[in-house]
């Protein structure tokens, strides 16, 4: 499925001639982004995101010369 997504804010201009377009097109959805706000509330952690690094820790030291 591929969803062809319109901004709110362009939706009464262009909503219809896409769902025209793309009606006989199998596969393919026209909708419109109906969010609201930022999803990083301050709520949820401040609006700051985190980074995690998913990779092993070395472990500490260095290698000895070969």
Known sequence: MIYYVIPRELADKYYEKFKEKFAGVEG???????????RRSSAEGGGRRVVRDRRRRRLPGSFPDV
Do not use: A, F
């Not at 959805?29 to 109906?34: A, G, K, L, N, S």
């Open 28 to 38: 393919v959805e026209v909708i419109i982004d109906r969010r609201q706000g930022e």
